[in-house]
Nanobody
Framework: QVQLVESGGGLVQPGGSLSLSCAAS????????MGWYRQAPGKQRELVAV???????NYADSVKGRFTISRDDAKNTVYLQMNSLIPEDTAVYYC?????????????WGQGTQVTVSS
């Protein structure tokens, strides 16, 4: 079993900053990717940023230049620094990892953390 524990999030004014973190634990022996998705009310879940093991990173166009993803592989932790936040960033943010517990790689999700950008 793999558990993803998220922290961070909350309420921030437009133009402000927030940081999220997510730690993977359990019987995971290898991680191929870690990242973040988000889902706003009435919308589908969408990619925010993902960092792959070979140091490749993928960002949604809407967050490029404002958000930065990083990983600490020794801690199986992924971070998301969010700057210059706008109301359109309001959503539930989900941590994601593609990990291997011994047989094959599978996708795992955190419980989600709310980010609200509002004045």
């Amino acid at each position: 079993q793999v558990q993803l524990v998220e922290s961070g999030g909350g309420l921030v004014q437009p133009g402000g900053s927030l940081s999220l973190s997510c730690a993977a634990s359990g019987s995971i022996i290898a991680i191929n990717a870690m990242g973040w998705y988000r889902q706003a009310p009435g919308k589908q879940r969408e990619l925010v940023a993902v960092k792959f093991s070979r140091d490749m990173t993928n960002y949604a166009d809407s967050v490029k230049g404002r958000f930065t993803i990083s990983r600490d592989d020794a801690k199986n932790t992924v971070y998301l620094q969010m700057n210059s936040l706008i109301p359109e960033d309001t959503a539930v943010y989900y941590c994601y990892t593609r990990g291997n517990t011994g047989r094959s790689f599978s996708d795992y999700w955190g419980q989600g953390t709310q980010v609200t950008v509002s004045s």
